[in-house]
């Protein structure tokens, strides 16, 4: 996703990001509460990659963890990851906006997408590929979607507790089925970068 180069590479430190979540969802929101949960998983993860030699920026992650969610405001739509990068492209953000689109979307091939996605949403969905080909995830794509994944409102969580509550929400669908598969993947390629476990670092389980 994003193969070609951004529009604009506007630099934006993790302070304003932050400031610019806070003001675009609501400073007392739990969508804000839940992106700054996200982004302190994310920088930890990458982190700890940095340190086993992963070629990551943990503040870069973190900024485009905190603004994962900016698309979301008071709708909370469908296709929140569109409209948070839309936003962010139009402010002169693109660069850091890549994750809104790319934790929504978890490597979704063009087909995977239009089936699995809403009628009314189809049109948007090819319009997205049209613009930026088959969604290929960086690593720091994928810690920031696994981040996304095993937070559930503000509270660090298993995979398994995240995507139950996700149902409980939502209800199921088989997006909602593809992605949670997507995540264990992703889990699975991080651990065997860090040789360790995610859950453990993070403090999720028994005993934290």
């Known amino acids: 996703m994003?193969?070609?180069?951004?529009?604009?590479t506007t630099h934006l430190e993790f302070s304003a990001a932050k400031a610019l979540a806070a003001a675009k969802l609501g400073p007392e929101s739990m969508a804000f509460r839940h992106s700054l949960k996200v982004a302190?998983?994310?920088?930890?993860?990458?982190?700890?990659?940095?340190k086993v030699g992963a070629e990551i920026s943990p503040d870069d992650t973190a900024t485009q963890a905190v603004l994962h969610d900016i698309?979301?405001?008071?709708?909370h739509g469908?296709?929140?990851?569109w409209e948070g990068y839309q936003l962010l492209r139009e402010m002169g953000y693109e660069k850091q906006g890549r994750a809104c689109l790319t934790h929504w979307l978890k490597g979704h091939t063009l087909e995977q997408a239009l089936v699995e996605s809403y009628a009314e949403h189809r049109p948007t969905i090819e319009q997205i590929y049209r613009e930026f080909g088959h969604p290929?995830?960086?690593l720091a794509d994928k810690i920031v979607a696994l981040a996304d994944s095993i937070v559930a409102h503000d509270k660090a969580v298993?995979?398994?507790e995240r995507y139950r509550e996700a149902r409980e929400r939502y209800g199921d669908s088989p997006w909602l089925r593809?992605?949670?598969v997507t995540t264990r993947e992703y889990l699975e390629e991080i651990e065997e970068l860090l040789g360790g476990s995610v859950y453990e670092l993070i403090g999720i389980g028994e005993g934290h």
Do not use: Q
């Not at 698309?71 to 709708?75: L, Q, S, T, V």
């Not at 469908?78 to 990851?81: A, E, N, R, S, V």
């Open 136 to 138: 290929e995830m960086a």
């Open 158 to 160: 298993t995979i398994e």
């Open 2 to 8: 994003l193969s070609r180069a951004p529009k604009s």
């Open 71 to 75: 698309g979301r405001g008071d709708r």
């Open 78 to 81: 469908d296709l929140h990851g």
């Open 178 to 180: 593809t992605n949670e």
């Open 40 to 50: 302190w998983v994310a920088r930890r993860l990458a982190m700890e990659l940095e």
